[in-house]
């Protein structure tokens, strides 16, 4: 009996260190900002939540209990400071001056550094994107939060005249380029957030994304339960050694417990979008 417990002890020291689970995480959060009713800035058509709303939010925010969570549609620190508390994240939003932006919320005690936001994709009035070097152990990860031009959820892209499928199809070589820029750095990477598009296999989206590097779509051959089922949007690719971090059968998706549809205003049109990561060490 000793031999063997001697046997297994040495069995297990040679294995290598326990590598690093990270929950990554994609919200957009539906015009979330702490300004009152009839503020100018506001659109007409939006109603600002509420205090029991930003707490029913905050409860969703702790049940999704993400290590990294893209988000979007917020309308600066504030408004995210209300559902991720400051003493367990880190809060990194673009310096767009619109109110729907797009930002990275990082768990304490994780490392990172800030790159500077992907501008280009803010032409047309648009949203930056948010862009983050997390350090892991041995490992970096570059983390890049979209929210891509609505309204051309599956409309063919190449030789379209619709405004918005143009200024979506504008935004691609900004996103195929920085991916491209990965791969050439050989830095592991993950691209997340609402691409306002459904991006199946074939989709023009995907392929200008693909061909700038070798990419694993977590939402892949998946549709979405979020209110009642529906077609992803929100996305979570991961390219380079990332690709290979990506956990298989993980994707989550956190729905909402009350299920009227007038709970979106209050909540948000989007669930909540995860998958697990294991860097090794």
């Not at 040495?10 to 979330?32: D, F, Q, R």
């Not at 600002?48 to 707490?55: I, K, Q, S, V």
């Amino acid at each position: 009996m000793i031999v063997r417990l001697l046997v297994l002890l040495g069995l297990l020291t040679a294995l290598p260190a326990s590598a690093a689970e990270l929950k990554i995480a994609t919200w957009n959060l539906n015009w979330l900002t702490t300004r009152s009713a009839g503020d100018p800035k506001l659109p007409a058509d939006v109603t600002p939540r509420g205090e029991a709303d930003f707490t029913r939010l905050a409860q969703y925010a702790g049940m999704l209990n993400a290590d990294v969570i893209a988000i979007q549609e917020v309308d600066g620190f504030a408004a995210a400071s209300k559902l991720f508390p400051r003493d367990r994240y880190s809060i990194h939003m673009t310096r767009d001056h619109v109110l729907q932006r797009v930002g990275i919320v990082v768990r304490r005690g994780l490392q990172y550094d800030l790159n500077p936001d992907l501008t280009a994709l803010s032409e047309h009035h648009l949203r930056s994107g948010a862009d983050i070097t997390l350090h892991l152990g041995a490992s970096d990860l570059r983390v890049l939060a979209v929210h891509l031009k609505t309204g051309c959820r599956n409309k063919p892209l190449p030789n379209t005249h619709d405004r918005s499928c143009e200024e979506l199809r504008d935004q691609a070589p900004i996103v195929a380029a920085w991916i491209a820029e990965r791969r050439h750095d050989g830095m592991p990477f993950i691209v997340l957030g609402d691409f306002n598009r459904w991006m199946d296999s074939r989709d023009a989206l995907l392929t200008a994304f693909s061909e700038a590097a070798p990419l694993v779509r977590a939402t892949e051959g998946h549709s979405s339960p979020c209110w009642g089922g529906e077609n992803f949007i929100d996305h979570i690719l991961a390219g380079g050694a990332a690709a290979g971090w990506m956990q298989p059968d993980t994707l989550k998706v956190l729905t909402y417990r009350e299920t009227e549809k007038s709970m979106q205003e209050k909540l948000s049109d989007h669930c909540p979008v995860s998958v697990r990561f294991v860097v090794p060490d």
